[in-house]
């Protein structure tokens, strides 16, 4: 027993070591370090389960996707030239947004906001049955519900005429998937692959990586992205939270095809094979709007969704209105919030009132007063669930995706995130949901958290520091 005691410290003072090398925040790596030392029988196994937050391998498979099937930057250079925006075109945010995706912004881009289920999924499925050539499938969450039930007949039924499926599904948030459902895709001639998080050098025991993303891509022409998975409580027909808030938007035009090319590198890493697809762009312009695609996640060299927060949020003028389900936001993010407050920026986040992950609900508490005190102004959605992921900016750009004011969305989840701008139509559309929400919901005072009893207090904020993990 000696023994095993002195061999497990061994291993907390090596672990220890290799928190500080490659956590990638001063404060876990000094929470990590500490833990694994003085308690390795409880800290080892949740740090070598749960405590990375780089993804490996997958940067190397996105540069092979990238060389042996199409760079849309590269290959389609002089094609796109009509839509590419001069630099003294884009917004700072949108700016920034360009440089971490590695994309470029595009103008003529048609795009239309869906608010809620029905709207998004009758929506989803004309798109499916519009579809010429091939689909590009892509959920977090995927049930075999009611809802789950329609796309697989809708797909079944493209399947059937010689349309392409392929369809990827993220194996943890779809743990519920029944094995017959995916037969019947793969008897329809649907390719079906689930993400394999764990699979990969180093990656075989992390439990704590998702593939957050939710994208439709039809023909290379269309694609849909947003906060919905495929089940029935998305249309608000689950009875514990009733009516479910959420939003998608969908995207016709050239940025369509930074969601395809999303898709290509899951696709590749899921199957190690890469598709054939349409990389064309149209010789007429669908719309107006400029858009960009940017994909973030845990293989990404910076920090990209957090950053793309804090540039938005550091770049707004007048205001910035963020609707987001799990608000823990790290420092940065935070203190880019408060300064926004402190300059006059009209600085609104609407959350939930309804919880369903009742850690990340506690957590939220702890910065009402923080951000309260710099004029930031906090709303609880009180017409059921809210789950939408929007950003407005001043009147310049918004973004709808899949991406939370979390942890997990800044380092440990695969997101993606549609940003729009140059379309005044687009943006009044925006702002108007945004303030039907507002009318649904009930401003939060900042001392609010000091109003509970103490043993509130005390559970919030021991949720906030489990917030690196949630």
């Not at 497990?8 to 220890?16: D, E, F, K, T, V």
């Not at 925006?430 to 000091?450: G, H, I």
């Amino acid at each position: 027993m000696a023994f095993f005691i002195l061999f497990l410290h061994m291993l907390g003072c090596i672990s220890a070591v290799h928190a500080v090398l490659y956590t990638r925040t001063e404060q876990g790596a000094i929470a990590w370090s500490i833990s694994l030392i003085s308690f390795p029988y409880i800290a080892l196994p949740l740090y070598w389960f749960l405590g990375r937050n780089r993804f490996k391998g997958y940067v190397s498979a996105r540069k092979l996707s990238q060389q042996l099937g199409v760079d849309v930057l590269l290959d389609r250079r002089e094609t796109l030239a009509p839509y590419i925006l001069n630099k003294d075109q884009l917004d700072p945010a949108t700016l920034a947004a360009e440089r971490l995706a590695a994309q470029p912004m595009l103008g003529g881009n048609a795009v239309e906001l869906l608010v809620d289920g029905e709207a998004t999924f009758n929506d989803i499925i004309s798109g499916i049955f519009a579809a010429k050539e091939y689909i590009l499938f892509q959920f977090f969450i995927i049930k075999d519900d009611g809802l789950g039930r329609r796309i697989k007949e809708s797909l079944k039924q493209k399947a059937s005429v010689g349309i392409r499926i392929y369809f990827l599904y993220d194996e943890v948030g779809s743990h519920s998937l029944s094995v017959g459902y995916l037969q019947e895709l793969r008897d329809a001639g649907i390719k079906v692959a689930p993400f394999n998080t764990r699979k990969g050098h180093g990656n075989r025991f992390q439990l704590n990586f998702r593939n957050h993303r939710k994208i439709v891509v039809t023909d290379g022409k269309v694609c849909w992205i947003g906060g919905h998975n495929v089940g029935d409580e998305y249309l608000g027909l689950n009875a514990k939270f009733g009516h479910w808030r959420d939003t998608h938007v969908r995207i016709e035009g050239p940025a369509s095809l930074g969601a395809q090319l999303s898709f290509i590198q899951d696709w590749h890493w899921a199957t190690e094979t890469i598709l054939n697809l349409n990389w064309d762009v149209p010789d007429v312009a669908p719309g107006k709007s400029a858009a960009l695609i940017l994909p973030t996640g845990p293989a990404d060299e910076l920090e990209s969704a957090s950053l793309m927060f804090t540039q938005a949020i550091n770049s707004a003028r007048s205001r910035i209105w963020i609707a987001s389900p799990y608000f823990i936001p790290d420092r940065s993010v935070l203190n880019a919030l408060q300064l926004a407050g402190l300059r006059g920026v009209d600085v609104r986040i609407l959350i939930p009132e309804m919880p369903d992950h009742y850690l990340v609900y506690l957590a939220g508490f702890s910065y009402l007063e923080e951000a309260g005190l710099t004029g930031v102004r906090f709303f609880r959605y009180a017409d059921g669930f809210l789950h939408e992921k929007a950003m407005l900016i001043d009147e310049r750009v918004a973004t709808i995706g899949t991406a939370n004011f979390d942890n997990r969305s800044f380092r440990l989840n695969f997101e993606i995130t549609a940003v729009i701008a140059d379309d005044p139509v687009f943006i009044n559309k925006v702002e108007l949901m945004f303030n039907n929400d507002f009318q649904s919901a009930r401003e939060v005072s900042s001392t609010e958290l000091y109003e509970k009893p103490w043993w509130f207090q005390f559970a919030v904020k021991f949720a906030r520091l489990t917030s690196p993990i949630q």
